[in-house]
């Protein structure tokens, strides 16, 4: 199973802009899906963003679709979510995730297998 390390959480205004990063050791992220996932207290843990490579369209949860863009960090094995133009719907603790398969993108939890500690966001003004 992979090691997951999220940083780059935080407090922002509404309207403000956040990146996470997600550093992934332990297994090869070429291809493979990686995903972005939030949760709020008393709800359910959603998916916000997928990729699984150049070759594999990204997936976005429809509410940040436009907002967050999700990509191949500088660094080996690192995935980032940039996060633009946050509303206070966005607060929760973000987790990255990698998944099950590799060249498929999916917001399912149930697809994924290795999980970060998480990374509080708050958008509040």
């Known amino acids: 199973q992979a090691h997951i390390v999220e940083s780059g959480g935080g407090l922002v205004q509404p309207g403000g802009s956040l990146t996470l990063s997600c550093a992934v050791s332990e297994v090869t992220l070429e291809n493979s899906m990686t995903g972005w996932f939030r949760q709020v207290p008393g709800k359910e843990r959603e998916g916000v963003a997928c990729?699984?490579?150049?070759?594999?369209?990204?997936w976005y949860q429809d509410s940040v679709a436009g907002r967050f863009a999700i990509s191949t960090g500088t660094a080996n094995n690192t995935v980032v979510l940039k996060m633009d133009n946050l509303l206070p719907e966005d607060t929760g603790v973000y987790y990255c995730?990698?998944?099950?398969?590799?060249?498929?993108?999916?917001?399912?939890?149930?697809?994924?297998?290795?999980w970060g500690q998480g990374a509080q966001v708050t958008v509040s003004s």
């Open positions: 990729t699984s490579g150049p070759s594999t369209p990204p």
């Open positions: 995730a990698t998944g099950l398969y590799r060249f498929y993108c999916s917001g399912r939890v149930t697809m994924y297998d290795s």
